[in-house]
């Protein structure tokens, strides 16, 4: 695999709160991992809570500057995450369904697809409730979906076929199994190794000082660098940096540790911050943080701008 450098480096930024929890369209919500569009234009994530017996779910998308928060569509089932393609118009959700075989019924997850605006394309059968999908950074018909036991599987939208292009007996640590991909699909990180697609070599990360974590995100403009969130340290099986993104540089072997949370709040604790998302232009960060104050509790969505610069 071949990574491209160029004179970047960590740069100051202050984290700041876009979607707060009384701007969320559902009372009590929980919200999924945030999505950027191919444009920077909007970011899109699930909104969802319980009520009742019933889960209640809607599709939402806010500006970078958090000004407005937009139902797109509600949805049904228990979809807790979401994936917007890099590249065309496509947004992925996941359903929940009954599958049937004479007497015998049992529940399976589908990724629905939809453009922007809502509105469905095609629907994917994964037949297992733990994986996570992406689309691919060239084409909005190509999605890659994760099996923990299996490896990493290419779905084609147009021809409905599935092919296995990482066998790989994942050891699952979280849920779901994340990963994210490299421009023109040339390789994929998951847990703690790039698996290169064009040369079939395997590079450990030099994630120092980490048991594993939970998320992560390849920045499209200079993949040198990966931010990851949800560090557990090597000699702790309780204790997280949940407060930090850590920002990798794979070429320079250096990490870089960036406060996640706002400091200015008197009352308020934040803490928990995941899900990471580079921006289109490689310089911002959106996540989900998780707020703890008297009478509001829940996950929000924050930034990080000029993590990188010039």
């Known amino acids: 695999m071949t990574i491209f450098s160029c004179s970047i480096f960590p740069g100051p930024s202050k984290p700041e709160i876009i979607v707060e929890l009384e701007e969320m369209p559902l009372e009590d919500p929980i919200i999924s991992n945030p999505q950027w569009d191919p444009g920077g234009d909007y970011i899109y994530f699930i909104c969802w809570n319980f009520e009742d017996t019933n889960i209640v779910q809607a599709i939402c998308r806010t500006d970078p500057e958090g000004k407005g ?15 917007v393609a890099p590249v065309g118009n ?27 605006e809502g509105e469905i394309i095609d629907t994917i059968h994964t037949y297992e409730s733990d994986v996570y999908a992406h689309f691919s950074k060239v084409s909005d018909s190509i999605i890659y979906v994760i099996f923990p036991y299996e490896g990493l599987r290419r779905y084609n939208l147009n021809s409905g ?3 296995l292009i990482l066998a790989h007996n994942f050891e699952v640590r979280s849920f779901p199994l994340n990963f994210d991909l490299f421009p023109g699909d040339t390789a994929v990180v998951v847990m703690d ?4 697609f064009t040369s079939n070599s395997r590079t450990g990360l030099p994630i120092k000082d980490c048991n594993h974590y939970s998320d992560c995100t390849v920045n499209q403009t200079d993949p040198r660098y990966i931010a990851f969130t949800g ?3 090597a000699d702790s099986l309780i204790k997280r940096t949940s407060e930090q993104i850590m920002l990798l540089d794979v070429l320079a072997d250096t990490m870089t540790m960036l406060d996640a949370t706002p400091r200015d709040t008197k009352y308020t604790e934040y803490q928990s911050v995941n899900s990471p ?14 707020r703890d104050q008297a009478g509001w509790q829940g996950f929000e969505i924050g930034i ?7």
């Open 69 to 83: 928060v937009e139902v797109v569509k509600r949805v049904k089932g228990s979809s807790l995450l979401c994936e």
């Open 90 to 116: 496509r947004l992925a959700y996941w359903e929940k369904e009954t599958m049937e075989d004479g007497n015998i019924s049992w529940g399976a997850d589908m990724l629905v697809i939809t453009d922007l």
């Open 161 to 163: 076929q599935y092919e």
């Open 193 to 196: 190794t790039i698996f290169s």
């Open 231 to 233: 560090c557990q340290p």
């Open 277 to 290: 998302e580079f921006s289109p232009d490689g310089n911002s960060i959106v996540y989900k943080v998780f």
């Open 304 to 310: 990080m701008k000029e993590v990188l610069y010039n």
